[in-house]
């Protein structure tokens, strides 16, 4: 399958501080990638839309002014957690999508996902 | 009401056996549906597509009745690395977005 490649894997960080996290498509261009957010337990919520060239599409009750999102090429997105507070520490997977078609056309790949804690 | 709900289990089964996971969707206009398995801390991957017409794929079997908005999984000779929780998936009809069922947690046991 598709290769998605998530840097960093794991980030331990201050209050206050910000984090980016890059997600690349490494065998394929993904015009679209989306960013999860995983607490445990539960399931993948889906925190935004990344659309490359464009501005990021953010689902309900998640803050753009906190969570940046940069899809400047057809192979990278970055997040960008600013500010970041304790309630913030997750598990942040990211995910391409390859340009299928027919059935398969919304097939995600997944990175490997970061995880956050902040002190 | 959740766009698409599984049983969270746990199913705790003996090697070999036959186990099934079943779940349902809201939206009769989705098109695509996926069983996608997560192992512990790590990210989602694709297990199989779920076709109208079933797919098989070695021990494991997709089926999708797309009147009930029912969709489930078969996995026979179940081994002990089957272990992890298998996630119900569903893209949400006219976008890109897919959207997750909690997950069926599955453990197989010596």
């Known amino acids: 399958g598709a290769v998605v490649s998530q840097h960093p894997s794991w980030v331990i960080c201050k209050s206050g501080t910000s984090v980016k996290i890059e997600c690349r498509s490494l065998d394929f261009q993904a015009t679209t990638m989306f960013w999860y957010r995983q607490f445990p337990k539960q399931s993948l919520m889906l925190m935004a839309t990344?659309?490359?060239?464009?501005?990021?599409?953010?689902e309900q009750g998640v803050e753009k002014d906190k969570f940046l999102i940069n899809h400047a090429s057809l192979t990278l997105s970055t997040l960008t957690v600013t500010s970041a507070h304790p309630e913030d520490s997750s598990f942040y997977i990211c995910s391409a999508r390859a340009l299928g078609s027919g059935r398969d056309k919304n097939i995600q790949y997944f990175g490997a996902g970061t995880r956050l804690s902040v002190l | 009401r959740k766009e698409v709900e599984q049983d969270p289990g746990p199913f705790n089964v003996p090697e070999g056996a036959t186990v099934a996971f079943n779940c349902t969707y809201s939206?009769?206009?989705?098109?695509?549906f996926f069983w996608y398995r997560q192992d512990c801390r790590k990210e989602p991957k694709l297990l199989m597509s779920v076709y109208s017409s079933g797919n098989e794929d070695g021990r494991f079997t997709a089926q999708l009745n797309r009147a009930s908005q029912y969709i489930s999984l078969l996995i026979r000779d179940s081994k002990l690395s089957d272990s992890a929780t298998y996630l119900c998936v569903v893209n949400a009809a006219g976008a890109n977005n897919l959207f997750f069922g909690t997950g069926t947690r599955l453990t197989v046991i010596p």
């Open positions: 990344s659309n490359e060239g464009s501005k990021a599409t953010y």
């Open positions: 939206n009769s206009a989705s098109q695509s």
